[in-house]
C-alpha cells in the first residue's frame, strides 16, 4: 500500500522522511486506541462514510461504504495564503510564523494539545451509543463525526510530530494515553470526562459542545503560526456536518414532540414515546452551561498572552476593523458584585474568552430559534430558551453562585427547591434510557424523533446507511 493510501495528505509526507517515519510509528497506536476505545461494535459494517480526499469547497469529501478501521484518516491542511501575516497581538503585520517561535513554544504547545485531546475523548464518550440508534441515518451520523473526530487528533498530531521534536512526539503518545472519565489519566477538559451514554445527551453535545469547537477553531484558524491556522480552516468544513448533526438532531426531537403534542392534546408526550419540551429544555440548559464552562474564565492573561503572541486571535479577527493589538481597548463582561449579577467594561485584552464565548452564545441562540420556529409551525406556544450565562456554570466568576436560569442569585434553599425544574433528573434519566432502543431498519425511525428532512449526500432517508458486509 502506498504512503498516499496509508496516510492521505496534501503536506508532502513522501518528501518528510522524518516525518513520514514518525508517524508512520504512531498510526498502528491510533488503531489500537481505536480498536479499544472507538465506537462499540460495528467495526466490520460498511458505514456510507465521507472521507475528506483533499481540500477546497469543490470535491473534498469522497462518500463510499467503508469499514471504520479501514477509514483514511488523513493530514490536510488548506493552501498556505502568499505572504501571510500575523493578523493580531505584538507581531501585527510581521510575516505569519512558518516554524514555532522560540520563545512562544510551550504556550502554542499547550494549544495544540489541548484542542487534540478533545478529539480523542468525545469518541471514548461517545463510543456505546451505536447499540441504540433510533435509525441507521443516525447511526451512520454517529460514525461520522467520531472518524472526524479521529482525524481532528491526526490534524493536531501531525502539528506536533511536524514542530515540536521530541516533546511533540512524547505529547502525541500521550494523547493517546488518557481517558475520558478515567480517574487516574483523564482528559484534559471536564466536559470531556462525562460519558454520553443516551442519543438525547449526544445531539446536545454535537449542537453545543461540537459547537464550542467551532469556536476554538475559529480562533485558532486566525493564528499566526500559519501551520495551525490552514489546519484549523480545513477541520471547520468537517466540523459544521458535527453541528448539523445536534442541530438537526435536537430539532427533529422538537418536532416529534410537537406531532404527539398535537395528535394526543397533551403537553406530556412522554406515555406516547416522546420527549416533552420541558424535559428537553433541563437537557439544552445542562449542555450548555457545561460548554459555556469550556471557553474558561472571563477575565484570563492566558487569553491576553496566546492573543498578543499572536496565537490565537478573535473569531473573524480579519474582519474587525480595529487595530488588532486591544492594548487600550476595552470589552463588556458580565461578573458579580457581592450577589449581584453586574455588567463591567474591563480591558479588551484579558477579556478575550469572555468575547469568544459572546460569539458562541449568539450562534447557539440562532439554533434555538430554528427549534422555536418548528414549535411555532405546529401552533404551539412553548419556547425554548437559553438559560442566563451564569446558570450552572462551574468555571469563572459564576462557579462561587447559584443562579436561576433567569438570571436571578439564588439562596441555596431556593437553588434546592429549583434545581429538579431546570436540569435533568433521574428520573428523566430513566426515561431518556427506557426509550434507547435500538432501531436498524432501513427508513424506520425510534418513536421519539422525526425523520430527517433528507438523507446523506442525496441517498434517500431510508437508504442503508450501515450494513452488512
Ligand atoms: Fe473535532
Ligand atoms: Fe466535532
Known amino acids: 500500500m502506498d504512503l498516499n493510501e496509508r496516510i492521505p495528505n496534501n503536506v508532502n509526507l513522501s518528501e518528510d522522511k522524518r516525518l513520514q517515519r514518525a508517524l508512520e510509528k504512531w498510526l498502528p497506536n491510533f488503531l489500537a486506541w481505536w480498536h479499544d476505545m472507538g465506537p462499540e461494535g460495528f467495526q466490520e459494517k460498511d458505514v456510507w462514510l465521507r472521507t475528506a480526499i483533499d481540500v477546497g469547497s469543490e ?12 477509514y483514511r484518516w488523513g493530514i490536510f491542511l488548506e493552501p498556505a495564503e502568499p505572504n ?3 493578523g493580531f497581538g505584538d507581531n501585527f503585520g510581521a510575516p505569519a510564523y512558518q516554524e514555532v517561535p522560540g ?6 504547545r499547550r494549544i495544540i494539545v ?11 464518550q461517545q463510543r456505546r451509543l451505536g447499540s441504540t440508534c433510533p435509525s441507521l441515518y443516525d447511526l451512520r451520523n454517529l460514525f461520522q463525526v467520531n472518524v472526524e473526530e479521529g482525524r481532528h487528533l491526526w490534524a493536531m498530531v501531525y502539528l506536533l510530530h511536524a514542530y515540536f521534536g521530541r516533546d511533540g512526539r512524547d505529547e502525541a503518545d500521550a494523547l493517546l494515553e488518557r481517558r ?19 442519543w438525547l445527551n449526544f445531539y446536545a453535545f454535537t449542537m453545543f459542545t461540537d459547537r464550542d469547537g467551532k469556536y476554538q477553531l475559529s480562533a485558532l484558524a486566525e493564528s499566526g503560526f500559519e501551520p495551525l491556522a490552514r489546519t484549523c480552516r480545513f477541520m471547520l468544513t468537517e466540523e459544521a456536518h458535527h453541528m448539523f448533526v445536534g442541530e438537526t438532531g435536537v430539532g427533529r426531537v422538537v418536532q416529534r414532540a410537537c406531532e404527539l403534542m398535537r395528535q394526543h392534546k397533551t403537553d406530556d ?34 487569553a491576553a498572552n496566546f492573543y498578543t503572541m499572536g496565537l490565537k486571535g478573535r473569531f473573524e479577527e480579519t474582519k474587525k476593523d480595529d487595530d488588532h493589538q486591544l492594548k487600550t481597548a476595552t470589552y463588556t463582561v458580565t461578573g458579580l458584585d457581592g450577589d449581584r449579577l453586574v455588567t463591567r467594561e474591563e480591558p479588551a485584552l484579558p477579556s478575550l474568552n469572555e468575547r469568544l464565548r459572546d460569539d458562541y452564545i449568539a450562534d447557539c441562540q440562532r439554533g434555538v430559534d430554528r427549534w422555536n420556529r418548528i414549535i411555532r409551525e405546529h401552533g404551539i406556544d412553548v419556547e425554548l430558551r437559553l438559560p442566563h450565562r451564569a446558570f450552572h456554570r462551574a468555571i469563572g466568576a459564576f462557579s462561587e453562585v447559584r443562579v436561576s436560569p433567569d438570571g436571578r442569585v439564588l439562596s441555596q434553599a431556593e437553588w434546592d427547591a429549583g434545581k429538579s425544574r431546570w436540569l435533568p433528573t433521574d ?3 430513566a426515561f431518556i434510557e427506557s426509550l434507547m432502543k435500538p432501531v436498524i431498519e432501513p427508513g424506520k425511525f425510534a418513536s421519539w ?21
Open 59 to 70: 470535491g473534498w469529501a469522497h462518500f463510499d461504504y467503508v469499514k471504520m478501521p479501514e
Open 84 to 86: 501571510a501575516k500575523v
Open 103 to 108: 520563545e512562544f513554544r510551550n504556550a502554542l
Open 114 to 124: 489541548t484542542q487534540g485531546d478533545t478529539e480523542p475523548a468525545s469518541v471514548e
Open 180 to 198: 475520558s472519565g478515567n480517574p487516574d489519566k483523564p482528559r484534559i477538559l471536564e466536559a470531556f470526562n462525562q460519558p454520553c451514554d443516551d
Open 269 to 302: 408526550v412522554r406515555p406516547h414515546g416522546g420527549i416533552d419540551l420541558r424535559m428537553l429544555q433541563r437537557y439544552l440548559n445542562f449542555h450548555y452551561a457545561v460548554s459555556l464552562d469550556l471557553f474558561g474564565s472571563e477575565i484570563s492573561t492566558n
Open 427 to 429: 428520573e428523566d434519566e
Open 449 to 469: 424523533i422525526a425523520p430527517p428532512a433528507r438523507g446523506i449526500n442525496g441517498r434517500p432517508v431510508d437508504f442503508d446507511y450501515v450494513r452488512s458486509a
